[in-house]
């Protein structure tokens, strides 16, 4: 045996080798590649998640949960309610103008700022928001039922043309003025106000065309919400629809508040937004507060912005990440114009210095994605129409709008350099456990990811570590490559180095064959070896 793998090792040539560590070393480069690229897309090695879901239960793994899962229904189903609740998507507050804003950087840099997922999730809130059981009975708003639901921007700007056309032909009712008279008059009834909202946020190239249609759509919206409050106690058909002309009545009057601030003409804003939180005190599900705290923040109207955060600040009400920053500037802003790391190293934080690094502490444990932003280490790109709380989309919403109000701040940038980073020694383990909110969510990579356009960087919290086959993959494709390169310039000596190490491996297969050769009977080998 020993004899007959010499001879083996003795035939093998210097070209040999090099064949085999170069095609070892290409096809580990071409698994360490794949790997990376699978790890980037998706977060995880292809390698072990193969492993674990195909190969697990071949070998006969057994998931904890299953054998559990009679124990803990009642455990696991509050983690799922908290886990989907700490995952929803949420209507972006701050969102922008599809034809005055999205659309006209489409066309300045040929990049799509909107995913399908985002924009499939607007189509369901408008839906939601704008259509009720009894629009076929109207013609216009039958349309426009189909159209907020049509892919195709432009056949959804047709079908709000042909709305408006329709009503306008059956809205010229003839009258008589009076009874067995002779005198007519021509009576105009209302024009379908969802048919201006889209055309005001998708066709309107400027945020100015946008108040002129919100101004059309404001008109006939506030003529319908008023029949229909008049009808609302007839049924059910009739509340349904004085609930649709509130949405559409509440969402116009927000977007008309925002084109005011983008025009500037902050303080009218300010102003109809408090009217509107006035008038519908119920209706939270726009969060138009977080637009009134922007707007306040732009007049540096700081005291007025503290009242608003001491109504919606509670630890009652869902948290977002326009309150915490704010309330994190707020009291930055006392203390940041004469903070010194040095100095405050030296004598110690005082009372004041120690609130606003709390705070800070606190909005940074919300969504920690957001002081990179702030602190320009990413660039920016336009928020989606939909953000993940504490996720990296929302971190965008909030620093698109508030990067100029902490700038203004003397020494608040400043201030949150030094003591962002503090907040991840409080919570080492931010998956399993919280400091001031719950844990934070696993699944927020995933849906930022579905949010946000494929060329920006996802930002991922936290940090994931290698996984061990590509580190594996990496170390092996550099031992192939080197040895590879070694055996092209030196054949000879690695030719040697090769068979002492190939010898050696093979010394313990060697000494159990002369074991049995010894132990077993010549005439029985002769016959096995024959075999």
Not at 480 to 505: D, I, N, R
């Amino acid at each position: 045996m020993e004899y007959a793998v010499s001879m083996f090792l003795n035939t093998l040539t210097p070209k040999f080798y090099v064949a085999l560590t170069g095609t070892s070393s290409l096809i580990s480069g071409l698994i360490l590649i794949f790997e990376w690229w699978y790890f980037r897309k998706y977060g995880t090695s292809f390698i072990e998640q193969v492993s674990v879901s195909h190969l697990r239960p071949l070998l006969g793994g057994v998931d904890n949960n299953s054998s559990n899962n009679s124990n803990s229904s009642n455990g696991d189903s509050d983690s799922n309610r908290q886990s989907v609740s700490e995952c929803k998507v949420w209507r972006n507050p701050l969102n922008l103008f599809r034809g005055a804003e999205y659309n006209r950087y489409t066309w300045v840099t040929g990049r799509e700022p909107l995913t399908y997922y985002d924009m499939n999730l607007s189509a369901q809130d408008h839906q939601t928001f704008f259509t009720c059981d009894s629009d076929h009975l109207r013609p216009a708003d039958a349309i426009m039922q189909k159209a907020w639901r049509e892919r195709n921007p432009q056949a959804r700007i047709s079908a709000a043309h042909e709305a408006l056309e329709i009503n306008e032909i059956r809205s010229r009712v003839e009258v008589p003025l009076i009874a067995s008279s002779t005198i007519w008059e021509i009576k105009l009834l209302p024009k379908c106000a969802t048919a201006y909202i889209l055309l005001a946020e998708e066709e309107a190239t400027t945020i100015a065309e946008a108040e002129k249609l919100f101004k059309q759509a404001l008109k006939a919206g506030d003529g319908c919400y008023r029949r229909s409050q008049q009808l609302q106690h007839h049924g059910s058909q009739y509340e349904a629809q004085h609930r649709r002309d509130t949405n559409v009545l509440v969402y116009i009057k927000r977007r008309l508040a925002m084109c005011a601030r983008r025009l500037g003409r902050t303080r009218e804003a300010v102003k109809m937004m408090r009217d509107l939180m006035k008038e519908f005190p119920l209706l939270s599900m726009f969060n138009i507060h977080e637009n009134l705290l922007e707007a306040l923040l732009e007049l540096q109207a700081y005291a007025d912005v503290q009242a608003v955060l001491a109504k919606y600040d509670d630890i009652s009400l869902p948290k977002s990440a326009t309150i915490c920053y704010t309330a994190a500037l707020l009291k930055a802003r006392a203390v940041s114009d004469k903070f010194s790391p040095e100095a405050a190293s030296r004598r110690g934080l005082s009372t004041a210095e120690m609130n606003a690094v709390e705070a800070i502490h606190r909005a940074v444990e919300f969504n920690p994605h957001v002081p990179k932003y702030l602190l320009e280490m990413k660039s920016l790109i336009l928020p989606p129409e939909h953000i993940l709380k504490r996720g990296d989309s929302e971190a965008i919403a909030y620093a698109f709008f508030h990067l100029a109000h902490w700038k203004r701040v003397e020494g608040a940038l400043n201030l949150l350099h030094c003591t962002w980073e503090g907040t991840f020694r409080m919570i080492p383990y931010p998956l399993e456990k919280g400091h001031l909110f719950y844990p934070y969510p696993i699944c927020t990579e995933t849906a930022d990811r579905e949010l946000l356009p494929s060329f920006h960087e996802v930002s991922v919290y936290p940090k994931k570590e290698l996984p061990f086959f590509i580190l594996f993959t990496a170390g092996l494709c550099s031992f192939t490559a080197m040895l590879a390169l070694l055996t092209h310039q030196f054949p000879e000596l690695m030719g040697v180095f090769a068979k002492a190490f190939l010898s050696t491996l093979f010394a313990p297969l060697n000494f159990v064959m002369e074991k049995v050769e010894s132990i077993l009977p010549s005439s029985l080998w002769h016959q096995l070896t024959r075999i």
